[in-house]
């Protein structure tokens, strides 16, 4: 069975759980991935070679994901600076591509419900709130 991953123009924090999930954001698009089907914490030593250890775990990990039966798998996680500690990648179970700005609206929409919530917690019950005046302290 073939299974793809596609982009998808909505978004709603009433499924996130920062434990199991990864938000990445960028000026086009955002990523959301959850669980972890692969680590990868082979040392990026010679990362640029084909043929280096990083570059074998790397294909690997593709490699045992395309036969799974996932058309596009992605790796994600970070690199560090001292390519000889430890990389910290992971294949996740699951990811979507989403639209930038149907994010920003949802990121949006959530911290008005949070100062919504804050406001009733302090006995405060204004008809209207709005983002621009008002923070979460």
Do not use: W
Not at 84 to 112: E, G, M
């Amino acid at each position: 069975m073939q299974r793809t991953q596609s982009e998808t123009l909505t978004f709603s924090f009433a499924s996130f759980s920062p434990k199991t999930e990864f938000i990445f954001t960028s000026e086009h698009r955002s990523l959301m991935a959850s669980g972890i089907n692969q680590t990868i914490i082979q040392p990026a030593i010679d990362g640029d070679d084909n043929n280096s250890l990083f570059q074998r775990a790397i294909q690997r990990a593709f490699l045992l994901e395309k036969q799974k039966g996932i058309n596009n798998p992605i790796i994600i996680g970070s690199i560090p600076f001292d390519v000889n500690q430890p990389s910290c990648l992971y294949v996740p179970t699951a990811f979507k591509f989403i639209d930038r700005h149907a994010f920003q609206h949802a990121t949006r929409l959530f911290h008005l419900h949070l100062l919504r919530l804050k406001c009733f917690q302090l006995g405060v019950f204004p008809m209207n709130i709005r983002l621009n005046r008002l923070s979460l302290k």
